[in-house]
């Protein structure tokens, strides 16, 4: 039995939200002597064996580091590592338009990683929704243990030190479930922002798109150019003269002069005159 095992074995586990899962009581280890897995009694759960790269082991107890976190973090790191890289080959090409051809088969290189990326970031995020729902079940179960226990003791069924106890156990419970709900969202939200960056560097340029468009509509102007009609070349006659069944169209009738209202000044005027 190796120094590690020793120290490790006897130990108290627990979550790196602060949650007690059980006791070490022995190590699975490698040929080479180097510890692979770790059984810890989780009570009512039995045995359970932890990757050893999952535990961090410290002076008085034992921390577990959840699955989920350790994937997210290591696409996290090398998704960010491929995406500098890629930008470095993108400047570089920028600055010698002769090394394009040279890079071309590094850029491919790295757009295969990204591809290889997307396929574990699809596994990561159902773990994490996964694991979200898992937490927000664990938060509805305390909620309601606690409003329980408020009732049975104002229905003084139970004593103030044991809603007491309840109280300070429930509240320890909720705090670790919103800590991790919370972290999860994060990782969430940075796995949405590499997205974001792969899109944009990934994406044709501008410029680009604006030359394929001008190309685009020269070519239109030329083929609509090209399809226009000839003129005709015989010569058009017009005929003056009505069509037999044409029917004749009546002579428009002037419209009608309207007399404005007079005064009866106007009237007597226009009599003397007649006279």
């Not at 510890?35 to 359970?48: F, R």
Request: proline share 4%; net charge negative.
């Amino acid at each position: 039995m190796t120094h590690d095992d020793i120290d490790i074995i006897g130990k108290n586990v627990k979550d790196m939200y602060g949650t007690f899962m059980g006791k070490v009581i022995g190590t699975i280890t490698d040929i080479d002597g180097s510890i692979q897995a770790v059984g810890i009694d989780c009570g009512s759960q039995g045995l359970q064996q932890i990757q050893y790269e999952q535990l961090v082991v410290q002076s008085s107890v034992v921390i577990f580091i959840p699955k989920w976190r350790l994937d997210s973090q290591r696409l996290l790191r090398e998704k960010q590592l491929t995406l500098r890289r890629l930008k470095a080959l993108i400047d570089i090409v920028s600055e010698n338009d002769d090394m394009k051809e040279d890079a071309e088969i590094i850029h491919e290189k790295y757009k295969s990683k990204l591809a290889s990326l997307d396929e574990l970031e699809n596994q990561i995020k159902a773990k994490l929704d996964a694991r979200h729902a898992e937490l927000d079940e664990q938060l509805k179960s305390t909620k309601m243990l606690l409003f329980d226990a408020k009732v049975q003791y104002k229905s003084n069924e139970i004593s103030d030190n044991t809603f007491e106890i309840v109280k300070t156990c429930a509240t320890e419970i909720i705090e670790h479930v919103t800590h991790e709900s919370s972290e999860i969202s994060n990782v969430k939200r940075r796995i949405a922002d590499l997205d974001a960056e792969v899109t944009t560097i990934t994406a044709p340029p501008k410029e680009e798109i604006q030359e394929l468009a001008v190309s685009y509509l020269g070519n239109t102007e030329q083929e609509v150019q090209t399809i226009l009609p000839e003129a005709p070349t015989d010569p058009v006659h017009y005929s003056e003269a009505p069509l037999a069944n044409e029917p004749k169209s009546p002579l428009p009738t002037p419209p009608k002069q309207v007399k404005t209202e007079t005064s009866h000044y106007d009237d007597w005027l226009s009599r003397m005159e007649a006279q």
